[in-house]
């Protein structure tokens, strides 16, 4: 009987010790876990997000989202026009019932504009004559509000299109904060003999609304895009932006899809693709093969884990004092990630830069530009058909000419409310409630 009892015993023993070790190795798993957890605020609604859904091919690489815990975000009170703009941002698509399905490769197309219609026409021309356009979904993201803006973008048909608007453009606010607010100092005045309010920039100069917005709307556009609409947040793929004096070559869109089909093989240090040099006069070497360099700021199309690294130096973006978005990046956020950010382009451009109008000019009826940027782009037939060849060679430019790491920028973003809105922007959609100003 007793042989027996120890017969048992040790058949318990034996089936005891795997099930004993399953349980250490959960435990140890579970708290590095919580360990991580420490380390990587994920709020709730990021976490649901890192789930999964749309096309289930997310990873966590992907969906991290990396938030210091101590920050609230907190979004200025919105006016009726601004409540209402933010209800036409949850509006779906037009055009649905024309192109009522988006193949498989396509990408997303990002328009962002401000006021400067005459522009906004030749580009939505150019657009129409894309071939492969039918396929995309084309957001339109508006800096404000401007009527004729408006009415340019509703009357595309010739794909998909979606309008956003952005809330909080200081154009929306005309006496309050974002816009200008009683009691804020201007140009070069000093606080304590003015009496006034505001943080000067590195130079002694005090915020312009119309200035800083183009760097709110670019931020603001980032993350609402990647993060906060329904028909991208899930999107995984490359989405392609341009802006309103971009003019938009008919190979685009399909010299985009090769690009973006060639990075991982040809290019996989690359992080994006271009449209066009990363100098904005050049037309490109026309050589027989592919290009890597800097990021332009012509066409360029990243993933999504490109911009949860964008994402995550957020901080760097926003207290860097440089009103430019895209000089704010190359000289402090790409730099940051500890190696070169290439690009990978064509040896002909398939997008230009044209017009004589900056953002500065047409926002006010005393300083209305008229340049119509007519016969600023002329095409060869080879700009016409796609003109990237798969066996083609990459040549990387191992030089990066312009902003470098080190640059103190150029000002115009010195004001503390403008580098915690801009933080804020950054939050928004992974706290439930943003509280308001």
């Given at each position: 009987?007793?042989?027996?009892?120890?017969?048992?015993?040790?058949?318990?023993?034996?089936?005891?010790?795997?099930?004993?070790?399953?349980?250490?190795?959960?435990?140890?798993?579970?708290?590095?876990?919580?360990?991580?957890?420490?380390?990587?605020?994920?709020?709730?609604?990021?976490?649901?997000?890192?789930?999964?859904?749309?096309?289930?091919?997310?990873?966590?690489?992907?969906?991290?989202?990396?938030?210091?815990?101590?920050?609230?975000?907190?979004?200025?009170?919105?006016?009726?026009?601004?409540?209402?703009?933010?209800?036409?941002?949850?509006?779906?698509?037009?055009?649905?019932?024309?192109?009522?399905?988006?193949?498989?490769?396509?990408?997303?197309?990002?328009?962002?504009?401000?006021?400067?219609?005459r522009y906004l026409r030749l580009v939505v021309d150019s657009l129409s004559r894309?071939?492969?356009?039918?396929?995309?979904?084309?957001?339109?993201?508006?800096?404000?509000?401007?009527?004729?803006?408006?009415?340019?973008?509703?009357?595309?048909?010739?794909?998909?299109?979606?309008?956003?608007?952005?809330?909080?453009?200081?154009?929306?606010?005309?006496?309050?904060?974002?816009?200008?607010?009683?009691?804020?100092?201007?140009?070069?005045?000093?606080?304590?003999?003015?009496?006034?309010?505001?943080?000067?920039?590195?130079?002694?100069?005090?915020?312009?609304?119309?200035?800083?917005?183009?760097?709110?709307?670019?931020?603001?556009?980032?993350?609402?895009?990647?993060?906060?609409?329904?028909?991208?947040?899930?999107?995984?793929?490359?989405?392609?932006?341009?802006?309103?004096?971009?003019?938009?070559?008919?190979?685009?869109?399909?010299?985009?899809?090769?690009?973006?089909?060639?990075?991982?093989?040809?290019?996989?240090?690359?992080?994006?693709?271009?449209?066009?040099?990363?100098?904005?006069?050049?037309?490109?070497?026309?050589?027989?093969?592919?290009?890597?360099?800097?990021?332009?700021?012509?066409?360029?199309?990243?993933?999504?884990?490109?911009?949860?690294?964008i994402h995550a130096k957020a901080k760097q973006f926003c207290t860097f004092d440089?009103?430019?978005?895209?000089?704010?990046?190359?000289?402090?956020?790409?730099?940051?990630?500890?190696?070169?950010?290439?690009?990978?382009?064509?040896?002909?451009?398939?997008?230009?830069?044209?017009?004589?109008?900056?953002?500065?000019?047409?926002?006010?009826?005393?300083?209305?530009?008229?340049?119509?940027?007519?016969?600023?782009?002329?095409?060869?037939?080879?700009?016409?058909?796609?003109?990237?060849?798969?066996?083609?060679?990459?040549?990387?430019?191992?030089?990066?000419?312009?902003?470098?790491?080190?640059?103190?920028?150029?000002?115009?973003?010195?004001?503390?409310?403008?580098?915690?809105?801009?933080?804020?922007?950054?939050?928004?959609?992974?706290?439930?409630?943003?509280?308001?100003?």
């Open positions: 009987m007793a042989t027996g009892n120890s017969h048992h015993r040790a058949r318990l023993r034996s089936r005891a010790a795997p099930l004993l070790l399953v349980v250490m190795l959960a435990v140890l798993a579970l708290t590095g876990l919580l360990r991580a957890s420490r380390h990587d605020f994920v709020p709730p609604v990021a976490r649901a997000a890192a789930g999964g859904g749309g096309n289930g091919n997310h990873t966590i690489a992907q969906r991290k989202i990396l938030l210091d815990p101590d920050f609230t975000p907190r979004l200025p009170r919105q006016s009726a026009l601004s409540l209402s703009l933010s209800q036409r941002n949850a509006l779906p698509p037009r055009n649905a019932d024309r192109f009522p399905r988006l193949p498989e490769g396509h990408l997303k197309v990002v328009l962002y504009v401000h006021n400067r219609p894309v071939d492969g356009i039918g396929e995309a979904l084309l957001i339109v993201s508006h800096d404000g509000y401007f009527p004729e803006m408006d009415k340019i973008v509703q009357a595309i048909t010739f794909c998909q299109v979606k309008q956003i608007f952005a809330p909080y453009s200081p154009h929306l606010f005309p006496d309050a904060f974002p816009g200008v607010s009683s009691g804020d100092c201007q140009g070069k005045d000093k606080a304590t003999e003015k009496h006034c309010h505001g943080d000067p920039d590195q130079y002694g100069n005090h915020r312009s609304p119309r200035i800083v917005s183009l760097k709110h709307h670019w931020w603001w556009m980032m993350n609402t895009v990647w993060d906060g609409l329904e028909e991208t947040r899930d999107f995984d793929g490359h989405i392609l932006f341009i802006e309103e004096d971009h003019y938009i070559f008919p190979n685009a869109y399909r010299n985009a899809q090769l690009l973006v089909d060639l990075k991982p093989r040809k290019c996989p240090q690359c992080y994006a693709i271009n449209l066009a040099p990363s100098d904005v006069k050049a037309k490109g070497e026309g050589w027989e093969s592919l290009i890597a360099e800097k990021m332009g700021n012509i066409g360029y199309a990243f993933n999504r884990t490109v911009w949860r690294k440089e009103y430019n978005w895209d000089i704010t990046m190359w000289a402090t956020v790409y730099p940051s990630f500890g190696s070169p950010v290439y690009s990978l382009r064509g040896p002909r451009r398939s997008a230009a830069h044209f017009g004589k109008c900056g953002l500065h000019q047409g926002q006010g009826a005393s300083n209305v530009c008229v340049d119509n940027g007519d016969a600023a782009v002329q095409l060869d037939a080879i700009d016409k058909v796609p003109n990237i060849k798969a066996n083609w060679p990459v040549h990387i430019i191992q030089r990066q000419e312009g902003y470098q790491a080190g640059f103190k920028g150029w000002g115009g973003w010195g004001d503390k409310r403008d580098q915690e809105l801009c933080l804020s922007f950054a939050y928004m959609h992974h706290f439930k409630d943003p509280s308001s100003a």
